[in-house]
Structure formats: C-alpha cells, structure tokens
C-alpha cells in the first residue's frame, strides 16, 4: 500500500526558515517524481515545485510564488522528500500535501498524496 | 484568482447526474489532454478521480467520468451518491511558465 506521511509542521515567524519532510513507503521512491501542493486555509490547490526522478536527472520545478525561496530535495536511500522553505511569508501558511506524480512526463498529474501537515506563519 | 475557472457550487439530488466545468485556455485545457480531476471530502486530502481527461485510476467508480471539448473540460457524476459530497479540483499541464495549474474548486452538495 502506497503510504505517504508529511512532517516537520508547526508555527514559525515571518522570514524565518523551515523544512518539511514527507516520508514514502509502498512503492519504489526513486522510481517517481514527488510534487508538493498547498492549500491555504478555506482556499483552493495550489501546486509548489516537484522534482524528477534521478533517471530524468532529479531536476526540480517550482511556482513562480516560491521561485528562489523553496528547495525541493531527496534521498531516495531513505525514501524521502524534502522542502526547505526559506524566507517564509505570512502568505505562505497552508497545508502543505506531497504527492507521488504519475510516472509521465510531464509529471502534473499526482495519483497518491499525504494526509497535509500545517505551516503557519505569523508573528 | 486561479487559472481555471470552475462553478463555485453544484448540486444534486441522491440519483441524478451533475456535470462539473472547468475553463482554461489555448495555453492549458485547450492544448493538452493532461486534464485531472480531484475529490476533497471535508477535512481530508485530495484523490485523483480523472487523469489524461477521461481516465479514471483503479478503484474509481464508473459513476465518475471526464471529456473535454475546445478550452473546457467537465467531468461528470452519474448516480449521486451522498458520499459524493465534497470539493473537485480539476487541473492541467499548461505551457506558462508554471507547468501545473489547478482550478478554484467546486463544492457539490447531494441534496
């Protein structure tokens, strides 16, 4: 079973830093690209930036909202995704979900996702 | 505002069939046959329902279905069921400089 479980959540202040881990189970990690989506509080999807696999180059991708700030990352010997969130801003409090994207490029459709961890941030 | 448009609200009664848009353009939906679908129960995260327009992954009823025709895609839900109730979220490959684009949502309420 496809398992997908998001941590490292919680209350941080304007322009400070945090990062999200999403741990992945049930399937083989380095086989598929990991997207992050968030959804702010009462509001709609909002896609964050993916990365490849390592056989497409592990290359990543990001919303032009979190273009320079957010890093998507991996180590696919311990199955896990990462996002380091830098410089965060009150606009960026959301649920953030990982998803596992359909293995075909390009990769925009997610076909599993995690149960969400909250970011906050507010002063 | 999002990039594509869908109804905030749909309704139906226990039965029926709704049919949902979702409206882009020549740059997305229009171009693409890369058009998913996905349900949010309240409280929960999303599922894929629909993917590559008409699609449905395994373990998806055939009650649900999608088609598209010029920049708009739709998907319908035939034989509402109250389990049915919650936000869909379609969304699409697009050739911006943002590869994924999702629309507003539309929150279907089963009478």
């Known amino acids: 079973e496809v398992q997908l479980v998001e941590s490292g959540g919680g209350l941080v202040q304007p322009g400070r830093s945090l990062r999200l881990s999403c741990t992945a189970s049930g399937f083989t990690f380095g086989d598929y690209a990991m997207s992050w989506v968030r959804q702010a509080p009462g509001k709609g999807l909002e896609w964050v930036g993916f990365?490849?696999?390592?056989?497409?180059?592990?290359?990543?991708e990001y919303a032009a909202s979190v273009k320079g700030r957010f890093t998507i990352s991996r180590d696919d010997s311990k199955s896990i995704a990462y996002l380091q969130m830098n410089s965060l801003k009150t606009e960026d409090t959301a649920v953030y979900y990982c998803?596992?994207?359909?293995?075909?490029?390009?990769?925009?459709?997610?076909?599993?996702w995690g149960q969400g961890t909250l970011v906050t941030v507010s002063s | 505002q999002s990039a594509l448009t869908q109804p905030p609200s749909v309704s139906g009664s226990p039965g029926q069939s709704v049919t949902i848009s979702c409206t882009g353009t020549?740059?997305?939906?229009?171009?693409?046959?890369?058009v998913s679908w996905y349900q949010q129960p309240p409280g929960t995260a999303p599922k894929l329902m629909i993917y590559?327009?008409?699609n449905r992954p395994s373990g998806v009823p055939d009650r649900f279905s999608g088609s598209k025709s010029g920049n708009t895609a739709s998907l319908t839900i035939s034989g509402l069921q109250a389990e049915d109730e919650a936000d869909y979220y379609c969304?699409?490959?697009?050739?911006?400089?943002?590869?994924?684009?999702f629309g507003g949502g539309t929150k279907l309420t089963v009478l």
């Open positions: 998803t596992r994207d359909r293995p075909k490029a390009p990769e925009v459709d997610f076909d599993y």
């Open positions: 590559e327009v008409s």
């Open positions: 990365i490849r696999s390592k056989a497409y180059g592990g290359t990543t």
């Open positions: 969304s699409s490959y697009t050739s911006s400089s943002t590869p994924v684009v």
């Open positions: 020549s740059s997305d939906v229009g171009s693409y046959n890369r």
